[in-house]
């Protein structure tokens, strides 16, 4: 049973953008860090972009680097939520989109079940 949910993914023409949001369905304890996957049709989930919210390191954001400076990841105003604001999408962007919680931004123990992201010519 998936621990978080994610909103916001839909059709969205290239150079096009879109906000995903995160939040927590269930009960979560030590969330620390948060984090954006994506995985893409018969490709492996990948790493997209990371925010460490509370302990050593709060505030340190990471992106992949095709997404760097396109993307931008944020913590929401309510506890434990996180969205990803993707600008300049691209067709190569097309995945479904999966947020992750956990501990550490090495260590992501709650996932949510996905947001399709689909970007069109």
């Known amino acids: 049973q998936a621990q978080l949910v994610e909103s916001g993914g839909g059709l969205v023409q290239a150079g096009g953008s879109l906000t995903l949001s995160c939040a927590p369905s269930?009960?979560?304890?030590?969330?620390?860090?948060m984090a954006w996957y994506r995985q893409a049709p018969g490709k492996q989930r990948e790493f997209v972009a990371s925010?460490?919210?509370?302990?050593?390191?709060?505030?340190?954001?990471n992106y992949e680097d095709s997404v760097k400076g396109r993307f931008t990841v944020s913590r929401g105003n309510a506890k434990n939520t996180v969205a990803l604001q993707m600008n300049s999408l691209k067709l190569e962007d097309t995945a479904v989109y999966y947020c992750?919680?956990?501990?550490?931004?090495?260590?992501?123990?709650?996932w949510g079940q996905g947001t399709q992201v689909t970007v069109s010519s």
């Open positions: 992750a919680a956990g501990p550490s931004s090495l260590r992501m123990v709650y």
């Open positions: 269930a009960s979560t304890f030590r969330i620390n860090a």
């Open positions: 925010i460490v919210l509370s302990g050593g390191g709060a505030g340190r954001i």
